[in-house]
């Protein structure tokens, strides 16, 4: 007696595949870049013809029904792995994916034994969705993009799960036989009726988790977008402050600011044009990231100006990581239609430990910065720790403190001598 009705539960299963398959060649035709959305779309298109195909077999064996249709069946399963990929920006393994589908063909067209045994038809077909869905599974795990997304879990989790339970159905079809044509109509074990309905709710649910995954995507790009420069590719200023109250407030504080302002930039634009002084920031924005260690953060505040975040940097080592980047920028040369350009960067250094919030540690950082530009540029300026802006790093052999300069004496929350950019 059949608990569930097993054709009604096939013909669910292929309305949910051709609806899924029309939904993502819509997207694809919006977004023709996107090669996963169509190789969704053509898995699940493939998969439909397969079910209509596994209908339509009879008592024996027939090519296109049991040979084309189960291959079909097993090419989707392949061609949503693919799609995986290629929403991962990995090679497509073509050849990989087409493998299973072929031996699937060749065994049974040529094999007496397979075209006569239904049962060892079903153990192998149930070895190929196995290994296919652990594919898949591991594409996921094995991915840092994937796990930023939280819909890669649900799909290694539909996946995997439909894997173990076809590798389940090796056992169950050698203990609890099937009862002739499962397309006919005729009564089944449970366990077939079982597995047939979670084939529906696998291709339900596995469509949903690509919708979302893809949707998920979308947010992160706009996300990332709205938090970085388009110019030279860093952060900008609103997810550096974001990340510096974050750190600022995560506990024991320590580290230091860099707060960077290339020389004179206004003139290298007026001298060299706007192209090459773009050509200065990009180029500048990559020596700050190479000269930085792997936990720190940068962002390009505005304009000619940058800061970086080292989070756990004492005063001599973000002091050599600024004189660093100074030296860096000073050596730099870049051809251009009206000659070759160099540039300078002054620095200012302040430490997080002493000041409140992100708004202090930036005032600090600044006063220093200021120091370095009105004592001659081109130099690293830190605050002491009597909160005294003094010469720190750069070509000069020493310098005055600022405080003799301006009369300039920083405080916790006491104000800088400009306006910080940052706060």
Known sequence: MDILHTPTIMLSSFATLVVFAVFFGLAWRQERKSLELLLWSSAFSIGAVGF???????DGYNF????????????????????????DNQPL???????????????????D????????????????????????????????????????????????????LYLARIPLIVLW???GNTAAGTAQPLWYQLLTFELFLHSLAGGFAFFALVKERTQQRY???????????????????????????????????????????????????HAAGDQVLIEFADIISKAVPDDAFIARIGGEEFSACLPHADRPGAIAIAERIRASLEARRLGTAKGVLSATVSIGVAFADGHEDSHALISAADAALYAAKTTGRNAVWSMDIT?????????????????????????????APRSPNLS
């Open 113 to 164: 034994f397979f075209r006569e045994s239904v049962t060892s038809r079903i153990v192998l077909y149930s070895v190929l969705i196995f290994a296919y869905s652990a594919l898949i599974a591991l594409e996921i795990f094995r991915s840092d993009n994937f796990r930023r997304l939280p819909s890669s879990y649900i799909v290694a989790f539909v996946f995997a799960t439909h894997g173990v």
């Open 387 to 415: 909160g005294v802006p003094r010469f720190s790093a750069g070509p000069a052999t020493g310098g005055t403190p600022a405080a003799a300069l301006f009369s300039l004496k920083s405080s916790r929350g006491g104000s």
């Open 223 to 273: 996300k990332l977008a709205s938090e970085t420069d388009a110019l030279t590719g860093v952060p900008n200023r609103r997810a550096f402050l974001a990340r510096l109250d974050a750190h600022l407030t995560a506990g024991s504080v320590k580290g230091a600011l860099l707060y960077l302002d290339i020389d004179h930039f206004k003139a290298i634009n007026d001298r060299f044009g």
């Open 93 to 111: 393994k073509i050849a990989s994916a087409l493998f299973g589908p072929i031996l699937w063909i060749a065994v049974t067209y040529f094999s």
């Open 52 to 58: 209509v195909l596994l209908t339509l077999r009879g």
């Open 177 to 179: 036989p099937l009862a």
């Open 64 to 87: 296109v029904t049991i040979s084309l249709g189960n291959a079909l069946a097993v090419l989707a399963l392949a061609m949503i792995w693919l799609g995986l990929r290629a929403f």
